[in-house]
Nanobody, 119 residues
Framework: QVQLVESGGGLVQPGGSLRLSCAASGSIVSINAMGWYRQAAGKERELVATITSGGSTIYADSVKGRFSISRDNAKGTVYLQMNSLKPEDTAVYYC?????????????WGKGTLVTVSS
């Protein structure tokens, strides 16, 4: 069984920074793209950033220049460095991974970590 576990969320003031981490564990054969999504209260889940196994990245326009996604393939971990945070970044942040296990390949989701940007 494959699991994704996020960490690093919390309360931060506007203009501050946070770093989220997501670690994959279980019977993993390979990890393809990984990414971060977020869901604010009353809104749909939206893409924040993705990164391929080769390091190619995609960012939502709303976070370009402020957020940076990276990964450590050896550790099966993806990170999201969030700078210049705004109140509108407040949301539950979810990790996603396109992972091949010893049984099949599918998308996996973490349970989420809450980020609150408020003074």
């Amino acid at each position: 069984q494959v699991q994704l576990v996020e960490s690093g969320g919390g309360l931060v003031q506007p203009g501050g920074s946070l770093r989220l981490s997501c670690a994959a564990s279980g019977s993993i054969v390979s990890i393809n793209a990984m990414g971060w999504y977020r869901q604010a209260a009353g809104k749909e889940r939206e893409l924040v950033a993705t990164i391929t196994s080769g390091g190619s990245t995609i960012y939502a326009d709303s976070v370009k220049g402020r957020f940076s996604i990276s990964r450590d393939n050896a550790k099966g971990t993806v990170y999201l460095q969030m700078n210049s945070l705004k109140p509108e970044d407040t949301a539950v942040y979810y990790c996603n991974g396109d992972i091949r296990s010893n049984l099949y390949r599918r998308n996996y989701w973490g349970k989420g970590t809450l980020v609150t940007v408020s003074s």
